[in-house]
Nanobody, 115 residues
């Protein structure tokens, strides 16, 4: 059974930093394109950042220069380093693993940016 488990969310003040982690078990991590999504209350889920099997990264415009996605295939883990956090970044953050035949989601971790 494939599982994705996120961690690292929490409450942080504006301008602060958090690092999210997502670990995959039950499958071969290196075959998946990994993505971080977020969903704020009353809004649709949106793609924040993505890293391919070849480590090519992409970001939504609003987080470019502030967020960094990375992966460690030896630890079956993808990370999202979030700096200069803004109240607008408040959301539940979800990890997704994608391959041509499979898609898996984590359970989500709450990130709240507030003073």
């Amino acid at each position: 059974q494939v599982q994705l488990v996120e961690s690292g969310g929490g409450l942080v003040q504006p301008g602060g930093s958090l690092r999210l982690s997502c670990t995959l078990s039950g499958s071969i991590f290196s075959i998946y394109t990994m993505g971080w999504y977020r969903q704020a209350p009353g809004k649709q889920r949106e793609l924040v950042a993505q890293i391919t099997t070849g480590a090519t990264t992409s970001y939504r415009d609003s987080v470019k220069g502030r967020f960094t996605i990375s992966r460690d295939n030896t630890k079956n883990t993808v990370y999202l380093q979030m700096n200069s956090l803004e109240p607008e970044d408040t959301a539940v953050y979800y990890c997704r693993a994608w391959s041509p035949n499979r898609v898996y989601w984590g359970q989500g971790t709450q990130v709240t940016v507030s003073s």
